[in-house]
């Protein structure tokens, strides 16, 4: 009878510790920081979700996630970065503090500052589609403010891998 409790014992502490592990585990994402450096949180957001809470005079200090789908190729001073729910981000950094890597597209980025809604100007959107390299017949379609969703990353922890 001892043996038989002591080993439900064993069995249940095993698991329990188990799941506290699992339970405990925090996304880790191995790479380099530009900007602030920030503790990566349980919370950061993979969708768009941020942006529901708020209306275009808000913003929201947040962390998110996602892939870097464009760079600024002038100077690395802007991303655009893809979400797990296709909305795109158009980011920039805080108070043009810090660059990212103008060959960074297509890694896993997180993002800790604010976010918030912008109507982009056409003017601003011509800025940054010249900085993309858009054909005179390209920038001659811009017609139009653009609502967006945007951020301001006070730093970006950019992954080793993608």
């Given at each position: 009878?001892?043996?038989?409790?002591?080993?439900?014992?064993?069995?249940?502490?095993?698991?329990?510790?188990?799941?506290?592990?699992?339970s405990c585990?925090?996304?880790?994402?191995?790479?380099?920081?530009?900007?602030?450096?920030?503790?990566?949180?349980?919370?950061?957001?993979?969708?768009?979700?941020?942006?529901?809470?708020?209306?275009?005079?808000?913003?929201?200090?947040?962390?998110?996630?996602?892939?870097?789908?464009?760079?600024?190729?002038?100077?690395?001073?802007?991303?655009?970065?893809?979400?797990?729910?296709?909305?795109?981000?158009?980011?920039?950094?805080?108070?043009?503090?810090?660059?990212?890597?103008?060959?960074?597209?297509?890694?896993?980025?997180?993002?800790?500052?604010?976010?918030?809604?912008?109507?982009?100007?056409v003017e601003?959107?011509?800025?940054?589609?010249?900085?993309?390299?858009?054909?005179?017949?390209?920038?001659?379609?811009?017609?139009?403010?653009?609502?967006?969703?945007?951020?301001?990353?006070?730093?970006?922890?950019?992954?080793?891998?993608?």
């Open positions: 009878m001892l043996s038989k409790m002591r080993y439900f014992n064993t069995i249940t502490t095993v698991f329990l510790v188990g799941v506290l592990f699992v585990k925090q996304e880790t994402i191995q790479g380099d920081y530009f900007g602030q450096e920030f503790q990566v949180s349980g919370k950061a957001s993979k969708t768009a979700a941020p942006f529901d809470q708020i209306s275009e005079k808000d913003s929201l200090q947040t962390q998110m996630i996602g892939e870097i789908k464009e760079v600024c190729q002038a100077k690395g001073c802007w991303m655009k970065v893809k979400l797990e729910s296709d909305e795109e981000v158009f980011v920039r950094f805080k108070d043009y503090g810090f660059f990212v890597p103008k060959d960074a597209a297509g890694k896993k980025v997180v993002m800790n500052g604010a976010a918030f809604l912008e109507e982009m100007s601003d959107q011509k800025h940054y589609a010249e900085d993309e390299g858009a054909s005179e017949e390209e920038l001659a379609q811009i017609t139009a403010p653009k609502r967006t969703l945007r951020f301001e990353a006070d730093g970006v922890l950019i992954a080793n891998q993608p």
